[in-house]
Nanobody, 131 residues
Framework: EVQLQASGGGLVQPGGSLGLSCAASGFTFSSYALAWVRQAPGKAREGVSCISSNGNTTYYSDSVKGRFTISRDNAKNTVSLQMHNLKPEDTAVYYC????????????????????????WGRGTLVTVSS
């Protein structure tokens, strides 16, 4: 069974930092691109960042570029998102997902080949940026 579990969310003040992690199991982790997608209260989901299967290529939406860093450890089956200079507008539930490409405008495009065309999504973790 494919499982993705995001963790590390919490309450942080504006300008602060937070690190998220996503632990994966049930599939060949090193064969899949991974992405972080977020959903703010009352808003549509937005792509944040993605990383290629070997970790050599990363993409970020314009809203987080220069503040967030995505990385992965294929030996530990984890993907991480380091977030700095957090803003109230970063408040959202953050999800990790397989085989999505994130574009600069925050779109998330499925690039995998499963029949459902959705990839795998984990349970999210809530990040709240507030003073």
């Amino acid at each position: 069974e494919v499982q993705l579990q995001a963790s590390g969310g919490g309450l942080v003040q504006p300008g602060g930092s937070l690190g998220l992690s996503c632990a994966a199991s049930g599939f060949t982790f090193s064969s899949y691109a991974l992405a972080w997608v977020r959903q703010a209260p009352g808003k549509a989901r937005e792509g944040v960042s993605c990383i290629s299967s070997n970790g050599n290529t990363t993409y970020y939406s314009d809203s987080v570029k220069g503040r967030f860093t995505i990385s992965r450890d294929n030996a530990k089956n984890t993907v991480s998102l380091q977030m700095h200079n957090l803003k109230p507008e970063d408040t959202a539930v953050y999800y990790c997902a397989t085989d999505y490409l994130i574009t600069e405008d925050g779109s998330y495009l499925y690039i995998g080949d499963d029949n459902a065309g959705k990839g795998s999504w984990g349970r999210g973790t809530l990040v709240t940026v507030s003073s």
